[in-house]
């Protein structure tokens, strides 16, 4: 029996060495669409690839392996992957390498991707990252490899992420959800929902303050469902932020049903846990959020804002907002203009609805034009434009404490720096200051930045 260990763990070795053998001076080069989910999954495909002896690179022409991490959310963000896929098909004619897609999109679609006429060599849904390594050693032989089964367990917990920032880092908590709303794709490209193990957190959490990261972004696709043992969400955020009170911890994405008042106090009680709340509604209809299977009425979400800013002064908030979802009246439209006017969020993200199939809402007859959702989409961005405004000129003549994240996209003769608030600021300076707390006084506002200068 001892002997056969031995043995076994001998193939592995050997299998091992050969693996890695194989990959010694390939390059990787990563192109992420979509959510933050998506660029933490890339993170956690460098790292494990760096492990198995490959070269990840920022250089798309130097890649032998090119993988497309995507996104199904909207029909728009598959368009753009597949213009990316027809594109990068033509070179490979010029300069041979492996074509993967892989993440949510490579889950919906499957082998259709190869039915489509594109050099695509791997096809792999995002519980499968693990089997990158073998998989791309065996597409001489295989030709084209498809593999998009979902997992009740992964978590990647063990894998350590290549990170691109030294200032931000994320830290999935858990993956995948069980909600589903109808018009969203996500639980059937990311699968049930499944927590981490609190140990595992916590120890990534110690290892990326021992790395000297300045924040910390706990990530989920509705953190407020996170439980292990007896430990919930609440417990988790408490527990991360007392690790360090130097470090900034932030959270995305809540879903309303869930959110507590356990965690409103958790937040009010840890300095270091930034006054941001990322809090979608979608809509403000009760209709078409019961057509949604959002499981909460415009009264229940306004009632849990009230309880949010009665406890968190000061707190910043920004929602998700779907205009035109099938049989949305002009009415139904107003009560979510009405919800975006009382809340007053400092952002929003807004989209006309599309049709994911697969959904329950496929079903549905979308029988609102695209000229009146495009109507509505103006409307609502004038609106929540303008308020964003007016609460950016607020802060303008105030001091405030910035986490310098890089340079400016413009020059890098500036500075971009997020305040607690996750309000983004811009300002000029000699030096680096990247990964720094400063302080910042705000001259000027946009919707969308604030401009200011150190101090």
Same mark, same amino acid.
């Given at each position: 029996?001892?002997?056969?260990?031995?043995?076994?763990?001998?193939?592995?070795?050997?299998?091992?060495?050969?693996?890695?053998?194989?990959?010694?001076? $390939?390059?990787?080069?990563?192109?992420?669409?979509?959510?933050?989910?998506?660029?933490?999954?890339?993170?956690?495909?460098?790292?494990?690839?760096?492990?198995?002896?490959?070269?990840?690179?920022?250089?798309?022409?130097?890649?032998?392996?090119?993988? *497309?991490?995507?996104?199904?959310?909207?029909?728009?963000?598959?368009? !753009?992957?597949? @213009? !990316?896929?027809?594109?990068?098909?033509?070179?490979?004619?010029?300069?041979?390498?492996?074509?993967?897609?892989?993440?949510?999109?490579?889950?919906?679609?499957?082998?259709?991707?190869?039915?489509?006429?594109?050099?695509?060599?791997?096809?792999?849904?995002?519980?499968?990252? !693990?089997?990158?390594?073998?998989?791309?050693?065996?597409?001489?032989?295989?030709?084209?490899?498809?593999?998009?089964?979902?997992?009740?367990?992964?978590?990647?917990?063990?894998?350590?992420?290549? /990170?691109?920032?030294?200032?931000?880092?994320?830290?999935?908590?858990?993956?995948?959800?069980?909600?589903?709303?109808?018009?969203?794709?996500?639980?059937?490209?990311?699968?049930?929902?499944?927590?981490?193990?609190?140990?595992?957190?916590?120890?990534?959490?110690?290892?990326?303050?021992?790395?000297?990261?300045?924040?910390?972004?706990?990530?989920?696709?509705?953190?407020?469902?996170?439980?292990?043992?007896?430990?919930?969400?609440?417990?988790?955020?408490?527990?991360?932020?007392?690790?360090?009170?130097?470090?900034?911890?932030?959270?995305?994405?809540?879903?309303?049903?869930?959110?507590?008042?356990?965690?409103?106090?958790?937040?009010?009680?840890?300095?270091?846990?930034?006054?941001?709340?990322? *809090?979608?509604?979608?809509?403000?209809?009760?209709?078409?959020?019961?057509?949604? %299977?959002?499981?909460?009425?415009?009264?229940?979400?306004?009632?849990?804002?009230?309880?949010?800013?009665?406890?968190?002064?000061?707190?910043? *908030?920004?929602?998700?907002?779907?205009?035109?979802?099938?049989?949305?009246?002009?009415?139904?439209?107003?009560?979510?203009?009405?919800?975006? %006017?009382?809340?007053?969020?400092?952002?929003?993200?807004?989209?006309?609805?599309?049709? /994911?199939?697969?959904?329950?809402?496929? %079903?549905?007859?979308?029988?609102?034009?695209?000229?009146?959702?495009?109507?509505?989409?103006?409307?609502?961005?004038?609106?929540?434009? @303008?308020?964003?405004?007016?609460?950016?000129?607020?802060?303008?003549?105030?001091?405030?404490?910035?986490?310098?994240?890089?340079?400016? $996209?413009?020059?890098?003769?500036?500075?971009?720096? !997020?305040?607690?608030?996750?309000?983004?600021?811009?300002?000029?300076?000699?030096?680096?200051?990247?990964?720094?707390?400063?302080?910042?006084?705000?001259?000027?506002?946009?919707?969308?930045? *604030?401009?200011?200068?150190?101090?």
């Amino acid at each position: 029996m001892i002997l056969a260990l031995i043995l076994g763990k001998l193939i592995y070795i050997f299998l091992k060495d050969k693996e890695v053998e194989k990959a010694n001076n $390939k390059k990787v080069y990563i192109e992420t669409y979509g959510c933050q989910m998506n660029l933490a999954d890339s993170e956690i495909i460098s790292g494990l690839m760096s492990t198995r002896g490959y070269n990840i690179t920022s250089e798309i022409e130097d890649a032998d392996i090119i993988l *497309l991490n995507t996104c199904s959310v909207r029909e728009h963000a598959e368009e !753009r992957v597949i @213009q !990316r896929i027809k594109t990068l098909s033509k070179l490979k004619s010029k300069k041979p390498f492996i074509l993967g897609v892989i993440g949510c999109m490579a889950e919906r679609l499957k082998e259709e991707l190869f039915e489509i006429d594109y050099e695509i060599d791997l096809v792999l849904g995002p519980d499968n990252y !693990r089997k990158l390594p073998e998989y791309i050693n065996n597409i001489e032989e295989q030709k084209k490899i498809c593999d998009t089964q979902l997992s009740e367990v992964e978590t990647y917990s063990d894998i350590i992420p290549s /990170r691109d920032s030294t200032v931000t880092a994320w830290l999935p908590i858990m993956r995948g959800c069980d909600n589903y709303c109808s018009y969203c794709i996500v639980p059937f490209t990311r699968g049930k929902e499944r927590s981490r193990s609190f140990s595992s957190i916590i120890d990534e959490a110690k290892y990326l303050i021992d790395k000297n990261y300045k924040e910390i972004y706990l990530l989920g696709q509705n953190v407020n469902s996170y439980f292990d043992s007896d430990k919930d969400f609440s417990d988790l955020l408490s527990s991360v932020a007392n690790l360090n009170e130097n470090i900034r911890i932030r959270f995305m994405t809540s879903h309303p049903k869930d959110l507590s008042d356990k965690l409103i106090f958790t937040i009010k009680e840890h300095p270091n846990i930034c006054k941001y709340i990322h *809090l979608p509604f979608q809509s403000g209809s009760d209709r078409i959020l019961k057509l949604m %299977n959002r499981n909460y009425t415009k009264k229940d979400y306004l009632n849990l804002i009230d309880r949010i800013k009665n406890n968190i002064p000061g707190v910043s *908030l920004s929602t998700d907002i779907i205009v035109g979802f099938p049989t949305e009246t002009e009415q139904d439209f107003l009560d979510t203009l009405d919800i975006v %006017n009382k809340v007053k969020f400092d952002s929003a993200f807004t989209f006309k609805y599309s049709p /994911r199939e697969g959904t329950i809402a496929y %079903n549905f007859d979308d029988d609102i034009s695209d000229e009146i959702k495009g109507d509505r989409l103006k409307r609502l961005i004038d609106i929540q434009q @303008q308020i964003s405004f007016e609460s950016n000129n607020k802060l303008i003549g105030t001091i405030q404490t910035a986490l310098i994240e890089s340079y400016s $996209k413009k020059s890098e003769k500036e500075f971009q720096g !997020r305040l607690d608030n996750n309000k983004v600021t811009v300002f000029p300076g000699n030096g680096n200051f990247i990964g720094d707390l400063v302080n910042v006084k705000i001259t000027k506002a946009t919707s969308a930045t *604030l401009i200011g200068e150190l101090l």
